[in-house]
């Protein structure tokens, strides 16, 4: 016995320790559930069971894999699970005490685990929110199953300092069973939630995998790349292809499942299935993607080889009545943008694409179908998961991003990045290699120039392209002297527009001016 009356072991404690067990195991779940919801790459248990391994010096963690064999890895996340639980026990005994204290500890324990997912470098924010979710899950439940273990019962006048009787009376504690009941109800049904969602995923996966459509990986056109290194590939691989998307986690549509309506200004609505679409001629085609979001300089763009259904072909089917001008697409998670329709059944390569580089669509990039429009910036054409055609007018509706400020339409702007030297670079004095890529989607890249501290303007050699669909690499040797640099790009397009150099922001329509890099020379 302690002199301030806790009796170790006594009735209070015991129920206050299974508050902070069964709030550590919710927290937990919550968490996990998060992870299998948005396919977090990393669980912030896991990670955290990684870093106490990498962190172990090496001569004690070669005896314990001799110990354990290959088991090191499932005995490490027991092992963390335990101190957790052990921990949340504790900060549940602590509430008698310090109502903040548990949730200083509970904070504590969310930091090591935001490290921990931190330190491993693919963790996406998604690892992130699933500590955020676990750290409020713990302060939100210790405080509901506590609250009814801590109040005093009727007439015993404590201290300030809180209950300090062992008893606890059989109300408290039918108080505590019914919401350590609700919760854990609660709790359970979130995870299996997010075992559901990430089994939807799995499943769509799968089915992706085991398609085969007739689509080709598409050859490169001569002298596409340059060949210097540094310079992004001119063929942006699936994985290494930027993403943007409004939508948390991407839907998981099986291919069965899809349909495709078209309606609105038509003479005869349609739906297709993805059987109609991947049973028509199929166009193929190199295009350059970017999104209206891209800084001078930045990376969110990338060029694929795509297979897919042209959409006039769909629109001539039909049928489109006179007096529209707009398309106006709608995706699977409620997705909209509106798209001009000449964009759509003028002579250009718009398509509903089913394929990426030769494999069915990654679901990231709009899994089973998306639409493709070169010339046009991502947010007004290139819906993913897409599922809802309307023929109609620019006038009759206002679309996700142009409702926030952006503009209705949005033709990219001729563009040009220094990939080499990169900013800040340090190179060896004498000739080096310049060179970087240069976009005008549909309208054609005509030359690339650039410009060494404040010097001549120079043409820059330019790679192959397949048409006026894609960026083009540029490259040059150029003489440099020990010292500081400046290099500067600008591309001309086939319209004969030279890029503007005046800096103007990515709202509402694209960003302008020139790409410019800092270069040391020694
Ligand atoms: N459903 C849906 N489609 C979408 C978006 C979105 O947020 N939701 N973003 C658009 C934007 S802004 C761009 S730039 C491109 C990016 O395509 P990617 O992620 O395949 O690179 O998708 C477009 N399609
Ligand atoms: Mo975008």
């Known amino acids: 016995m302690r002199h301030d009356g806790r009796v170790t072991g006594d009735r209070r404690s015991a129920y206050l320790a299974l508050a902070g067990v069964l709030t550590g195991a919710a927290g937990i779940v919550t968490s996990q559930a998060t992870v299998w919801a948005l396919r977090a790459t990393n669980s912030p248990v896991v990670a955290v069971a990684s870093a106490v391994r990498d962190l172990t010096p090496g001569p004690l963690a070669v005896r314990l894999v001799h110990l354990v064999g290959h088991l090191d890895k499932p005995l490490l996340v027991a092992g963390t699970l335990v101190v957790l639980i052990v921990l949340c026990g504790w900060a549940g005994l ?120 007739p689509v080709h990986h598409g050859a490169l056109p001569e002298g596409a790349n340059v060949d210097v290194a540094g310079i992004a590939p001119w063929r942006t691989p699936n994985s290494d292809f930027y993403l943007i998307h409004t939508v948390l986690s991407a839907p998981s549509i099986s291919p069965k499942d899809w349909q495709l309506r078209i309606h609105g200004m038509v003479e005869r609505e349609r739906t297709y299935t993805y059987d109609d679409l991947i049973r028509r001629q199929l166009t193929e085609a190199w295009v350059t993607l970017c999104c209206v979001s891209n800084e001078v300089g930045g990376d969110l763009i990338g060029n694929a080889f795509w297979s897919g259904v042209l959409v006039r072909d769909l629109l001539q089917e039909v049928g489109v009545q006179s007096g529209a001008d707009a398309v106006l697409q709608t995706s699977h998670d409620g997705w909209t943008c509106g798209t001009p329709l000449a964009a759509l059944t003028d002579d250009r390569n718009a398509m509903l694409a089913v394929a990426m580089n030769g494999l069915p669509l990654p679901i990231d990039h709009g899994f089973p179908v998306r639409t493709v429009v070169p010339g046009l910036y991502g947010y007004v054409s290139a819906t993913k998961w897409l599922v809802d055609l309307e023929v109609t007018r620019f006038d009759r509706f206002t679309a996700y991003w142009t409702r926030r400020g952006w503009s209705a339409k949005g033709p990219v702007k001729t563009e040009s990045r220094i990939d080499v030297p990169r900013g800040g670079d340090n190179v060896k004095a004498g000739m080096i290699r310049v060179g970087g890529s240069a976009w005008a989607q549909h309208t054609g890249i005509e030359r690339v120039e650039y410009q060494l501290d404040g010097g001549p303007w120079r043409t820059a050699d330019l790679g192959g392209v397949p048409d006026l669909d894609t960026w083009v690499q540029w490259t040059d040797l150029v003489e440099v002297a020990a010292g500081d640099h400046v290099l500067v790009v600008r591309a001309t397009d086939r319209s004969g527009a030279t890029q503007t150099s005046a800096r103007r922001d990515v709202v509402p329509d694209g960003a302008t001016g020139w790409h410019t890099v800092s270069f040391s020379a020694t």
Do not use: Y
């Open 94 to 213: 602590l509430t008698r005490r310090h109502p903040l204290v548990p949730d200083l500890l509970f904070a504590g324990l969310a930091l090591v685990g935001l490290l921990a997912v931190i330190r491993l470098k693919d963790s996406g924010i998604a690892s992130g929110l699933a500590v955020v979710v676990g750290l409020v899950t713990w302060i939100v439940t210790l405080r509901l199953l506590t609250a009814p273990l801590l109040a005093e019962p009727a007439g015993a006048t404590g201290a300030a300092a809180g209950p300090v009787s062992g008893a606890l009376s059989a109300e408290s504690r039918r108080a505590f069973v019914l919401r350590a009941g609700g919760a854990a109800a609660v709790v359970l049904l979130a995870g299996a939630a997010g075992r559901v969602a990430s089994g939807s995923r799995r499943k769509v996966e799968q089915a992706r995998r085991l398609l085969r459509l």
